[in-house]
């Protein structure tokens, strides 16, 4: 274990693990214990033999007692391009809580890190964020390489990878899951705020050993909050779940967000998603082309509010006759499940959900995730019956 400022890195297995100073940039920082390798450097079939242990029996997990080669990265909770995630513990109450590593970029002639003003805009988004279904920002530290995030820990894994583990789902319970994000959807566009990044790795559990989890809305780093009167364009976010004003790079509006709650819908109740293609031009042109359709394969036991909720949240016609968020919140599909119990009964199957993910097997806390090298994202059927990954 090493203390550095204030701040413990524990690491219960004898993994490698570095780190520099870290400069409490608020209140109550001091005192965060760390938990877990940065860095743990073993090769690919060690760390399987490890893994699968502990999927066994965590109690025999092996000791990795050796300088191993370095040729893999393994986070404690989940990784992207230029963050790491892990667990921490604040020494002072014992409370746990999640660190978000964000790598800086050290020069502008550098494409590697993430530019200072893009991650003070996303603490600048969490610190304006107090809502029962959006993450919680406890704290923030830097250092020379990195400035640290101190979030909620959200510890029930991906709603996704929840509602794959059920036999079926009714659109009812489906509908308490959809109603939890519009609700974190609308605190956020009360606040002027687009999410810009909705999918389903971003929708996470609170804890799923209770009979109705809580979502909770992660990972603010597109984030934006809008200006009257301000255009704003860009190009960003995950191919699959972008809405057509950003593949034609046009102005963008929280009505951007509303496309990407339909895309979620439309995957949620039937496992295939409306407009992954065999490449990700393929893909962006069916988006642009707003190209999709209700395959009677996948949404036969779909009900016609369902399909209608989701028909407005991805209109054929302008993106200014989408949906907004109240009147998302005020759909009968949504309503009426709020009022009546198993109304629908309507019973959605995940026989053909191809749920999971590859490579690289992640420990974090008592539950275990499957990284992809390059995307954390849940894999989903084309509607032409393949299977692809989310983001590819």
Not at 353 to 379: D, I, K, M, Q
Request: proline letters at 5%; aromatic letters at 8%.
């Amino acid at each position: 274990m090493v203390g550095i400022n204030g701040i413990e890195f524990s690491c219960p297995h004898p993994l490698t693990a570095s780190a520099h100073p870290l400069v409490p940039l608020g209140a109550g920082g001091p005192g965060i214990d760390i938990r877990g390798p940065a860095v743990g450097s073993f090769s690919h079939q060690q760390f399987s033999h490890w893994a699968a242990t502990i999927i066994r029996d965590p109690a025999k997990a092996p000791a990795l007692d050796q300088e191993l080669p370095q040729d893999l990265c393994v986070p404690l909770c989940s990784s992207g391009q230029f963050a790491i995630v892990k667990r921490c513990r604040e020494r002072t109450t014992g409370r746990d809580f999640a660190a978000k590593f964000i790598k800086k970029r050290q020069s502008t002639a550098s494409w590697r890190g993430v530019r200072r003003e893009e991650i003070q805009r996303e603490v600048a988004v969490l610190r304006q964020t107090r809502h029962q279904n959006i993450v919680t920002l406890h704290d923030v530290f830097e250092n020379r390489t990195d400035v640290v995030l101190i979030l909620e820990l959200v510890s029930g894994g991906e709603l996704f990878d929840f509602l794959a583990q059920k036999e079926s789902l009714s659109e009812e319970e489906a509908t308490q899951f959809i109603r939890q994000i519009l609700e974190g959807v609308q605190y956020l566009h009360t606040h002027n705020i687009a999410h810009f990044d909705l999918k389903p790795e971003n929708i996470m559990l609170l804890d799923k050993n209770v009979p109705l989890p809580r979502i909770k809305l992660i990972d603010f780093g597109l984030a934006h909050k809008m200006e009257a009167g301000v255009e704003f364009k860009n190009i960003f976010g995950t191919p699959e779940f972008v809405a057509p004003e950003i593949v034609n790079y046009e102005p963008l509006g929280l009505e951007a967000d509303m496309w990407s709650i339909g895309v979620i819908t439309y995957i949620l109740l039937s496992g295939a998603s409306p407009f992954l293609g065999e490449s990700k031009q393929d893909t962006l042109g069916n988006i642009s082309a707003v190209n999709y359709e209700f395959d009677e394969e996948f949404f036969c036991h779909t009900s016609d509010q369902a399909k209608d909720f989701i028909s407005q949240l991805l209109p054929v016609v302008s993106h200014r006759k989408r949906l907004t968020i109240q009147a998302a919140l005020n759909h009968p599909w949504i309503k009426v499940s709020v009022s009546v119990s198993g109304v629908h009964g309507v019973s959605i199957s995940f026989d053909r959900w191809t749920c999971g993910h590859e490579s690289v097997l992640c420990v974090f806390s008592n539950f275990l995730s499957l990284l992809s090298p390059t995307s954390t994202g849940t894999r989903i059927r084309h509607r032409s019956g393949r299977s692809g990954s989310a983001g590819s």
